[in-house]
């Protein structure tokens, strides 16, 4: 049975042509008759002929097939040879055409090596909570992260986010080799102190005093490695590690969902949302991840973990402040003196009552975003140095101040006697303008003001207690509804 295969046609069919179809019988071959001698000699010469003309095709058949043979070898040991010749198409197995998940280092071999430069931060404070009946303070403990970036002759250095620190009265520091053990009592637990921080940013810098930690966690810390968030694409690969829920390191891992997103985080700390375009991920990023790291495949520091949006709906969307986009700051941050807080009887005072500017309050009256002076303690450092009511604090020795929290966290680390520079904002014909003020400060006492009434900065517990509520009048667009509290 042969077949032939002919072209396409019309309807892009293929047509078969076959000289007996399928399922019916060749037919019986005719008889043969006899026939005489004389036409012997005459088919015995056709056959000859015949016999001739066959061999010589079959044998130039197989010189020619012979030859192709070799040109096809030859073509596919050295293609170099012939550039312009066409190649075949070539079939590859299915294992072979899927794409690997990426390049670099695997998710096992960053854990490994990643790891021991990821830390859980215990944060031990207060908060202030407004309610009907007043301004009280509650005990707080929270979880976070944070990420070791760097190592001097006396500290170690590790980066997380301003949320995770904020409001601290003590910072606890446990490394990550020490987690395997379940009772923690036994574990080296380092104090932290917060160096440096910008809650505009939701960035923070603390250090770990060296002298303070054993050769054993020395031997088992790592500074970690700073990438480029810039060389980030969507679709690449990362990990994220960090203190999940509390309960020690954990590694997830996903892809780069998208860069350059925005997200408004807003609380009562932070009034005007966050200044970050962020890395967004479906790396699983859980509460107490904050302030941990993202790495890329090789291995690289790329992000800092920092929010998720947390929503019955959502799912699969986290997001990692850029570390391209903070290393200046941080930098800044690594540089800035350590302080420790200062016990409250030590405390330097200013002599002012402050509120927060919320960005309804500067959108409908036109007030800078910062800590309003609503009025200034007779006698006190603040009066002697020019500060004003209707003055905004916007900066307290290079540190950005955004809210009255964060003023009265940056003086809980000065004592009495010593001197800090502010930007305030003043009022003139054409808005406000910057004005630099130098203040020495004082002690609460020292201007007439009993102890613990509530009036030191530093007393942000008690400060709710000598809160004022200012009457409105068109001097105080605050009106009576918002509270001022003296520092």
């Known amino acids: 049975m042969e077949y032939q295969y002919g072209q396409n046609n019309e309807n892009n069919n293929y047509t078969y042509y076959h000289n007996t179809p399928y399922g019916s019988a060749p037919s019986e071959p005719p008889k043969k008759k006899k026939k005489s001698g004389r036409g012997i000699v005459v088919w015995c010469m056709a056959l000859s002929l015949v016999m001739g003309t066959a061999g010589g095709a079959l044998g130039s058949g197989l010189m020619l097939r012979q030859y192709s043979e070799k040109e096809a070898e030859n073509t596919a040991v050295h293609p170099e040879e012939d550039m312009n010749a066409q190649q075949p198409s070539q079939q590859f197995p299915a294992t072979q055409m899927t794409a690997t998940a990426s390049d670099g280092l695997s998710v096992k071999e960053i854990s490994e090596m990643c790891m021991p430069s990821v830390v859980a931060i215990t944060n031990k404070g207060e908060a202030e909570i407004r309610s009907f009946w007043g301004t009280f303070i509650q005990e707080t403990e929270g979880s976070g992260s944070g990420v070791i970036i760097g190592k001097t002759d006396n500290e170690l250095l590790i980066v997380t986010n301003y949320h995770v620190v904020?409001?601290?009265?003590?910072?606890?520091?446990?490394?990550?080799?020490?987690?395997?053990?379940?009772?923690?009592?036994?574990?080296?637990?380092?104090?932290?102190?917060?160096?440096?921080?910008?809650?505009?940013?939701?960035?923070a810098v603390i250090a770990v005093d060296l002298s303070n930690l054993s050769q054993e966690t020395m031997d088992n810390i790592k500074v970690a490695t700073l990438g480029d968030s810039d060389e980030l694409a969507l679709g690449d690969q990362v990990v994220a590690i960090g203190n999940a829920l509390g309960y020690g390191q954990s590694v997830t891992t996903g892809i780069v969902s998208a860069v350059g997103r925005s997200v408004t985080t807003e609380d009562e700390t932070d009034t005007t949302g966050s200044a970050n375009e962020y890395i967004q991920t479906d790396a699983a990023i859980n509460p107490g991840n904050s302030g941990g790291a993202l790495f890329n495949m090789k291995g690289e520091l790329v992000g800092i973990n920092s929010a998720k949006v947390a929503d019955t709906t959502v799912e699969g969307i986290g997001y990692a402040i850029p570390i391209s986009d903070i290393r200046e700051d941080m930098e800044r941050m690594m540089q800035r003196e350590t302080r420790t807080v200062v016990e409250e009887s030590e405390r330097g005072y200013l002599g002012v009552s402050v509120s927060n500017v919320t960005s309804e309050i500067n959108q409908s009256y036109d007030i800078p975003i910062g800590a309003y002076i609503s009025s200034v303690t007779e006698g006190a450092p603040a009066e002697k140095a020019g500060l004003q009511r209707g003055m905004v604090i916007t900066e307290l020795d290079g540190r950005t101040v955004r809210t009255r929290e964060e003023l009265v966290e940056y003086l809980a680390y000065y004592r009495a006697g010593e001197t800090v520079n502010l930007t305030v904002k003043v009022r003139n014909d054409a808005g406000y303008e910057d004005r630099q003020i130098s203040i020495t400060?004082?002690?609460?006492?020292?201007?007439?003001?009993?102890?613990?009434n509530g009036q030191s900065e530093g007393q942000s517990g008690d400060s709710s207690q000598g809160g004022q509520s200012i009457p409105y009048d068109q001097n105080n667009p605050f009106g009576g509804f918002f509270p001022f509290f003296n520092y």
């Open 166 to 203: 904020s409001g601290s009265k003590e910072l606890s520091v446990l490394f990550s080799y020490q987690e395997g053990n379940r009772d923690n009592s036994a574990a080296e637990i380092a104090k932290g102190e917060i160096k440096d921080y910008s809650s505009a940013k939701d960035l």
């Open 441 to 452: 400060l004082d002690t609460a006492e020292g201007v007439g003001i009993e102890s613990g």
